[in-house]
């Protein structure tokens, strides 16, 4: 082999005592290679962590922006709702009568998960040709000060659409004497628990023939604070009420 094929490296330590060893050519050019392609690889995946990076905070600025907007529209609803309906001593009583009259056609029942009545809430006809969800599932927990409920909501409508509105929360404690009622999203209530100002509660749209699961915090303030019963109410986005479930709540979870 001829001698410019091979490299002599010495490395001389502090202590004077010099490591030499020989290194063919090939092997420097090779690791000199490697050495270059992994810098470059490197230098890519930082450029590439940068811009991912400014895009990451784009988008975070822009989601801050959208939720401020959100609160923004929330509180013009809110607004326009009392302008239109609640201002007017006779607006707001014809508007309450309707929905007193909504609520007396439910029937009362309560289980723990599925829900089964023999009285219809809705019409024949309305069921055919409307819009209907009903509440599969239904779950409470309580962890710490906190109350938990878990909702799971079908679209039943026939013939097939999808279908939105909005989800209000109400709990009641009967135990009382009258009995107390609390609004999870902070919904003005009415009479016996009835939302008043609807589009204050959760959003909710359901695809065709699917489901969809909904989930709501209660913060407990008080001591000993418990409820006996959920009330769920299910409006469609212009106000008709499309149903409502009223359910048992365990007193062993607010003692755990």
């Not at 502090?14 to 810098?39: D, H, Q, Y």
Request: hydrophobic content about 35%; proline content about 4%.
């Amino acid at each position: 082999m001829e001698e410019q094929d091979i490299y002599t490296i010495t490395i001389v330590r502090n202590i004077g005592i010099p490591i030499s060893f020989t290194v063919k050519r090939w092997k420097v050019f090779f690791i000199l290679g490697a050495l270059v392609v992994f810098a470059a690889l490197l230098l890519v995946g930082s450029i590439d962590y940068i811009f991912l990076r400014s895009k990451t905070d784009d988008l975070s600025k822009q989601l801050e922006l959208s939720q401020d907007k959100v609160k923004v529209y929330r509180k013009q609803i809110a607004k326009t709702d009392h302008d239109r309906y609640w201002s007017d001593p006779n607006a707001k009583t014809n508007e309450i009568s309707a929905v007193k009259s909504d609520i007396l056609e439910q029937p009362e029942f309560s289980t723990e998960g599925i829900w089964i009545t023999n009285k219809p809430t809705i019409s024949e006809k309305d069921y055919q040709e409307g819009r209907a969800v009903e509440v599969n599932q239904f779950r409470a927990s309580v962890k710490g000060d906190v109350l938990r409920l878990s909702i799971k909501i079908k679209n039943i409508s026939n013939p097939p659409q999808p279908v939105g509105g909005h989800l209000c929360l109400t709990l009641v404690n009967q135990d009382q004497s009258p009995p107390i009622y609390k609004s999870v999203e902070g919904v003005e209530l009415g009479d016996n628990g009835f939302p008043l100002t609807y589009k204050k509660g959760s959003y909710f749209h359901i695809q065709k023939q699917r489901d969809r699961s909904s989930y709501a915090k209660f913060n407990l303030t008080k001591v000993n604070e418990y409820y006996t019963d959920a009330m769920i109410f299910l409006f469609t986005y212009q106000g008709r009420l499309l149903s409502r479930h009223k359910v048992a709540l365990k007193k062993e979870i607010f003692l755990e």
